[in-house]
């Protein structure tokens, strides 16, 4: 059984560039959540998607946005690319109502900005 | 507001001796708590959880916490520490907004374990 399987795993790109990162859920999961893990930091929610929808959004700008798709894959974009953009994304997926019993992490995308 | 303060950055133990990472949390409702471990350049595995059942939660790898209501506390420990549990741990509370959830991490604990 495939877990959250994350693509690329890692990308180099310059300021001010886009970039879309992806994600396919677990198996059985339709609820995607993307998270921003800076170095020595704690992940941090950037949004959530379900029925292809944004459900959730953290405090980020909006250079940041998402998409899910009907087979509940999803991506993250990420418009004019600064600096302080490096670290490594996160999605994890979960079913709505099993929510709150654990979501599956990916292994990340490490994004570095230079 | 939900939170999670996570009260070392760092612990070191000596391998086969035990393991204590502490946690705090602030809910105003009865919370759903996780604790979460990261290897090094690896994602996020779930660790165990506590969903309002037993206060005692036992979880993978030897690991168990306490929901300490009293206390707001819900800290991780490990009878005796082996060089492999070497990693980064989250403890996390996962909070009800706009039906649906989510989760607010704790900045983490450095778990080092010496031969």
């Known amino acids: 059984d495939a877990g959250v399987t994350q693509s690329p795993t890692h990308l180099i790109k310059t300021r001010g560039q886009q970039v879309t990162l992806r994600c396919s859920p677990k198996?059985?999961?339709?609820?995607v959540s993307w998270y921003q893990q800076a170095l020595g930091q704690g992940p941090q929610f950037i949004f959530q998607?379900?029925?292809?929808?944004?459900?959730q959004r953290g405090n980020f700008p909006d250079r940041f946005s998402g998409h899910q798709f009907p087979n509940y894959s999803s991506e993250l974009n990420v418009n004019a690319l600064l600096l302080g953009d490096s670290a490594l994304y996160l999605c994890?997926?979960?079913?709505?109502?099993?929510?709150?019993?654990?979501?599956?992490f990916g292994s990340g995308t490490r994004l570095t900005v230079v | 507001a939900q939170s999670v303060t996570q009260l070392d950055s760092h612990v070191s133990v000596s391998e086969g001796t035990p393991v204590l990472l502490r946690c705090n949390y602030s809910?105003?409702?009865?919370?759903?708590l996780f604790w979460y471990v990261q290897h090094p350049n690896k994602g996020l595995q779930l660790l165990l959880k506590?969903?309002?059942?037993?206060?005692l939660v036992k979880g993978i790898n030897g690991f168990e916490a306490e929901f300490k209501k009293s206390e707001t506390s819900f800290h991780l420990t490990k009878p005796s520490a082996h060089m492999s549990d070497a990693a980064e741990y989250f403890c996390?509370?996962?909070?009800?907004?706009?039906?649906?959830?989510?989760?607010?991490f704790g900045t983490g604990t450095r778990l080092k374990v010496l031969a």
């Open positions: 994890a997926s979960t079913h709505p109502r099993r929510a709150n019993y654990g979501y599956t």
């Open positions: 198996s059985g999961h339709d609820t």
């Open positions: 998607y379900y029925e292809e929808e944004e459900r």
């Open positions: 809910s105003s409702y009865s919370p759903s």
């Open positions: 506590y969903t309002s059942a037993a206060t």
């Open positions: 996390v509370v996962s909070i009800l907004t706009s039906g649906t959830y989510k989760y607010i």
